[in-house]
């Protein structure tokens, strides 16, 4: 038995969708999100949310369902995209404005990460929400940065690191607390980018 036929009620919820408001599925959705970072995916349950949020499981389960699908649906829900307002006009400021967008969400995106690390390996649907919430649109947003500063004749177009800053960036947010114990907050986001981007960039 998997983790998800555990999880599922007896009666199969296969009754049509109630009718809730969008402030109560957002608030499902946060509960879902919270306990994800505070105790992992494999401790996350349709029971232990619909006791949180004080709603009954059933309501859950014709929603949802599966936790896959309810933890996909909470993911979609927190996608935003930090970087799509900077454009100062200096590729260099940008990347240091991105860096300490980052640094100030590194907590919570980071801790949520951690705990679907595994769990989206092994589900693609899981896998593909994280993608659309958290990474794509934020990378998209940092691509289109970097774009203007090529437009603007500040890097070369064909130069050779402009492919790697993402992965720079977005790759420190996930490895700090792994190698050092410590999030990669916004000051030293800021650091990394004028120490290691920056110079590889060619930028002052």
């Not at 309501?59 to 900077?86: C, E, G, H, M």
Request: net charge negative; glycine share 8%; aromatic share 6%.
């Amino acid at each position: 038995m998997t983790s998800q036929d555990a999880d599922r009620p007896e009666v199969a919820g296969t009754s049509r969708r109630s009718k809730i408001t969008p402030e109560r599925e957002q608030e499902f959705f946060d509960a879902v999100l919270d306990q994800l970072r505070s105790c992992g995916y494999d401790a996350v349950t349709m029971e232990g949310i619909a006791a949180s949020t004080r709603c009954s499981k059933s309501t859950l389960y014709r929603q949802w369902k599966t936790k896959p699908q309810f933890v996909a649906a909470a993911l979609r829900s927190n996608r935003r995209v930090r970087f799509t307002d900077i454009d100062t006009g200096s590729l260099a400021e940008d990347l240091r404005q991105v860096a300490a967008a980052a640094g100030e969400g590194a907590g919570k995106d980071t801790g949520l990460l951690q705990a679907l690390g595994h769990a989206v390996m092994e589900d693609p649907e899981l896998k593909c929400a994280l993608r659309e919430a958290l990474v794509e649109p934020e990378i998209a947003a940092l691509r289109a940065i970097l774009a203007r500063g090529v437009a603007r004749g500040e890097v070369p177009a064909g130069h050779p690191a402009l492919e790697y800053v993402p992965a720079q960036l977005f790759g420190m947010l996930r490895m700090r607390p792994v190698l050092e114990g410590e999030q990669a907050d916004a000051a030293y986001l800021v650091r990394f980018v004028e120490a290691v981007v920056l110079p590889a960039l060619g930028l002052p």
